[in-house]
């Protein structure tokens, strides 16, 4: 099949898919992203901490305690100021990381489609509840912290898929 000048062959096309999917170079890289990933997402907590008045002499329950009661306020600006980078932060990571999941033969397509997905869903809702505490829809900062956790674990969940694909 010829398309603008490209020709493809279905037989070899798999064939050559196959024989990527066994490739054991691929290990190395995605090993290191894997590590790389894990302490981008425990510093980005980290950074969210210290921004809601994580201190050393109460700890952090009491700075999660306080987000849940009373969240810093935020104004427009500095939403912008944040999600913008996020977004395009964020939306790139998992994009790298979910195209992972198309080298992989042990875990079924359909479910890290499901996974990668959900991930996404996660990330905007992350972003999008920051933007509602600023506006003031929200005076309680437990949807912030929903959306922060189970996105770094359905994220880790995405990571351990990928590590068990290797």
């Not at 009491?62 to 913008?84: D, G, Q, W, Y």
């Not at 998992?94 to 959900?118: C, D, E, G, Y």
């Amino acid at each position: 099949m010829a398309f603008f000048g490209i020709v493809c062959c279905y037989d070899d096309l798999k064939e050559t898919s196959l024989q990527m999917k066994n490739l054991a170079l691929y290990a190395i890289p995605i090993g290191y992203m894997l590590i790389y990933v894990v302490l981008i997402l425990a510093s980005g907590l980290w950074l969210f901490l210290l921004s809601q008045g994580l201190d050393s002499s109460e700890g952090v329950l009491h700075t999660i305690e306080s987000i849940m009661h009373r969240p810093k306020p935020k104004s427009l600006h500095n939403f912008i100021e944040v999600a913008a980078p996020h977004l395009f932060a964020i939306g790139t990571l998992i994009f790298v990381v979910a195209h992972f999941m198309l080298f992989s033969t042990n875990i079924p397509q359909k479910v890290s489609r499901l996974v990668s997905m959900w991930v996404f869903m996660l990330a905007l809702l992350n972003i999008v509840s920051y933007l509602a505490i600023s506006f003031g829809l929200l005076v309680s900062g437990w949807i912030k912290l929903v959306a922060m956790s189970g996105f770094v674990l359905l994220f880790l969940v995405l990571l351990g898929m990928v590590a068990f694909s290797l």
